[in-house]
């Protein structure tokens, strides 16, 4: 299942936050993925979760994906807006469907920016540093120049 970009929230852009400074501190800008750093959903993906599970790892449908909209404004959440398997691994699935990121070896973690990325991600560290929290990060439109990959 594909998420939209304007369907991201604070799943999807702190862990596109992550990737950035694993892409961003790599020699080639190819970043590697710590398993030990996501949510993995062992019954979605459990050749990412085999090595872990004597750390006692386990999955619990609360550790599912927030949707854009899954907290209100006053305090409130829409259920709806919550997808109870979906993990990060989802989540860089969704990054790389939207023209953000490309998974080089998803058994390996190795990622990579695209142009169209980089943008979002300038946006997205403009966003923090002027005091915004990922749930409320919307991306501005590309103009038609911008290449996705």
Known sequence: MSIEI??????HWSL???VGTLCQDAPDK???IDKR????NPATHPIHVASLL??????????GTQLHGYRKEDGSIDETRHLDAHDDWDCLDDLEEAGLIEIISEVNGFIQFTVYGLDVLGQLTIHK???????DFSPK?????AAKK
């Open 16 to 18: 596109m936050a992550y």
């Open 37 to 40: 750093r996501i949510r993995s």
């Open 6 to 11: 304007s369907d991201f929230g604070k799943d």
């Open 30 to 32: 190819t970043g590697v």
């Open 141 to 145: 439109p590309m103009g038609a120049s």
């Open 54 to 63: 004597g750390a006692g790892r386990s999955w619990s449908p609360e550790y």
């Open 129 to 135: 540093a002027d005091g915004g929290k990922f749930i």
